[in-house]
C-alpha cells in the first residue's frame, strides 16, 4: 500500500482539536484534512472514529544500557525502546555517559555502537560530562556536528560524576559557543553526602532513609545556584527532573526577567507520594531515585508549574535497575543501592491518567509536555512533536474510553517491578506508529527491531 490514511479521529495538537484525516506517505505526513472522497486503491484506510490522534510521544530522558553506580541500567536499546513503543513514545533522546578514563567522543561512540540495529523507534543521544579533562570543551563543537546539541552533567555525587561550580561555568561557556545546551542535574551533592555520613553514624541504613538524605533545599539551592552560574556564563540552562516547589519558583522567577531557563520534572514526581520510604524491609528501594519522591504540595506545584509554563517538560528519568539487583548491590547501607527507577513504558498512559483525565492539564498541554516542547527544546521538531505535513508520522491513536492497567507480570520494560503496580488508569494506547509503520497494536509489539534511526538534532 502506498498511502495510511487514519481517518475519523480527532487530532490533537498545542492549540487545538480538530476532526480530521491524517494521510501518511514514505513514512511523513503527506497531508492533514477530509480524504473520504480518496477512492479505496492504494490506500489502507484505518479506522479511528472515537480515538485521539496525537503526535507520538518525545521522552527526552532515558538511560538505556548505561553504566551507573557500579552495574548497568536493566533495559538496553531493545527492551527500552520496545517498552516505549508499547507506551507511545516514538523517540527517545537518551543520555550517553562518558566512561572514566575515556574522551567524550569515544563515550558517544560507545553508547551509540549500544543502539545500533537494536533501537525500534528513532533515539538522539546526551552526553554527561563527568570528568572535565583538558580539551572536553574543545570536543562540544564536534558532539554538536555529531548531532549531540546537549550535555549534562551533575551537581551531586562527589568523585563520581560531580563537576564543581567553576566546571559548571566552563561547561556552559563551552556549550554556549558551540550552540548546545546543558542539562544539569541540581542536587547539593556536598551537603547530601554529609547528611547521609550524619544518618549512617545513627544507624539510620535502610533504603528509606535515601530521601531524608535529600531533603527539598538540597535540591533548591542547587537550582538557584546554576540559574546564578548560567547567567554568569550568558548560556541557557535546562533542569532536568525538579521536583519541588521552591524550584519551579526559581525557574520561573529567571524566567520572567527573560533568562533562557526550562525545565522538566518527571512523571513519578507528579503522582506518586513519598509514603513508600516509610515502608518496611527493603520496599522503599524501588523509590531511591534521584532526587527522591516528594509530598503532596510538592506534586500540586508541580502541575501548577506545567499549567503556567516554568515548567516545560515531563520525560520518564527511566534508569532502571531491577529490584534483586538493587538488594544484591546494597552494601553497608541506602548509599550504595543503584539510585533510579523505571518509567519510559508508562510516561504517556500516567499523565493522561492521572493529568488529562483527572483536569489537571487539557489535552493540549498533553500533547505540549509529551511531544511538542521536548521536540523543540531538543533541536527534533518539526520532524518531530506534531502531526503537520512534512512531519515524520508517529502518531498515538488514544482511546478515551478505554483503560489501561499497569503491571510487573504485563509490562515490556525488562525490570522486575514497576512503581505503578496495580493501576488502572482512563484511557488506552490502541495503536502507535513510528515513521508510518505500525509498532504497537492493541497490547503487542508489532513493530521491527532496528527500524529506529539515529537523530541528528539541530543546535540551541
Ligand atoms: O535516580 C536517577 N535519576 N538516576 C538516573 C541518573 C540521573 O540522575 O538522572
Ligand atoms: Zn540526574
Ligand atoms: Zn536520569
Request: net charge negative.
Amino acid at each position: 500500500m502506498t498511502y495510511t490514511l487514519l481517518h475519523g479521529g480527532t487530532v490533537v495538537d498545542v492549540s487545538g482539536q480538530t476532526l480530521t484525516d491524517i494521510l501518511i506517505k514514505d513514512g511523513e505526513i503527506t497531508a492533514v484534512g477530509n480524504f473520504s472522497h480518496l477512492s479505496e486503491g492504494d490506500i489502507q484506510r484505518i479506522d479511528c472514529t472515537g480515538m485521539l490522534l496525537l503526535p507520538g510521544g518525545v521522552d527526552v530522558h532515558t538511560h538505556l544500557d548505561s553504566p551507573l553506580m557500579g552495574t548497568t541500567t536493566a533495559d538496553d536499546f531493545e527492551s527500552g525502546t520496545i517498552a516505549a513503543a508499547m507506551g507511545g513514545t516514538t523517540t527517545i533522546v537518551d543520555f550517553a555517559m562518558q566512561t572514566p578514563g575515556s574522551t567524550l567522543l569515544d563515550s558517544l561512540q560507545v553508547h551509540r555502537e549500544k543502539a545500533k540495529h537494536k533501537a525500534a523507534i528513532d533515539y538522539g543521544m546526551h552526553m554527561c560530562i563527568t570528568d572535565l579533562y583538558d580539551g572536553a570543551i574543545d570536543e562540544l563543537p564536534v558532539l554538536r556536528q555529531e548531532g549531540v546539541s546537549s550535555l549534562k552533567i551533575f551537581m551531586a555525587y562527589r568523585g563520581t560524576l560531580m563537576l564543581n561550580d567553576g566546571q559548571m561555568y566552563d561547561v556552559l561557556k563551552g556549550a554556549s559557543k558551540a550552540g548546545s545546551q546543558v542539562c544539569v542535574h541540581a542536587e547539593n551533592g556536598d551537603v547530601i553526602d554529609r547528611i547521609a555520613e550524619e544518618l549512617v553514624a545513627q544507624g539510620k541504613t535502610g533504603p528509606g532513609y535515601h530521601e531524608l538524605a535529600r531533603p527539598p533545599k538540597t535540591e533548591i539551592e542547587a537550582v538557584e545556584r546554576a540559574i546564578r552560574i548560567a547567567d554568569m556564563a550568558e548560556a541557557p540552562l535546562y533542569f532536568v527532573h525538579l521536583t519541588t516547589e521552591g524550584s519551579v519558583e526559581a525557574v520561573a522567577r529567571a524566567r520572567s526577567v527573560g533568562m533562557p531557563v526550562s525545565a522538566e520534572t518527571c512523571t513519578h514526581y507528579l503522582t506518586l507520594d513519598r509514603a513508600i520510604y516509610d515502608e518496611p524491609g527493603f520496599e522503599p528501594a524501588k523509590a531511591v531515585l534521584t532526587p527522591p519522591l516528594r509530598t503532596f504540595e510538592h506534586r500540586e506545584a508541580l502541575w501548577r508549574g506545567l499549567n503556567s509554563g516554568a515548567l516545560s517538560v515531563v520525560s520518564s528519568d527511566h534508569c532502571p535497575f531491577c529490584f534483586e539487583d538493587k538488594q544484591r548491590l546494597v552494601g553497608a547501607d541506602f548509599r550504595s543501592i543503584p539510585n533510579g527507577g523505571p518509567g519510559v513504558e508508562h510516561r504517556m498512559s500516567v499523565v493522561y491518567g492521572k493529568g488529562v483525565a483527572e483536569r489537571k492539564i487539557t489535552i493540549e498541554k498533553f500533547v505540549e509536555i509529551t511531544s511538542t516542547f521536548p521536540a523543540q527544546q531538543f533541536g527534533l521538531y518539526p520532524q518531530k512533536g506534531h502531526l503537520g505535513v512534512g512531519a515524520d508520522a508517529d502518531v498515538v491513536v488514544l482511546d478515551p474510553q478505554g483503560v489501561t492497567q499497569i503491571s510487573a507480570g504485563s509490562q515490556f520494560q525488562n525490570i522486575d517491578y514497576t512503581l505503578y503496580e496495580g493501576w488502572s488508569l482512563p484511557g488506552e494506547i490502541k495503536k502507535v506508529f513510528s515513521r508510518g509503520k505500525l509498532v504497537a497494536a492493541d497490547g503487542q509489539f508489532v513493530g521491527q527491531v532496528g527500524n529506529g534511526k539515529y537523530l541528528q538534532r539541530a543546535g540551541y
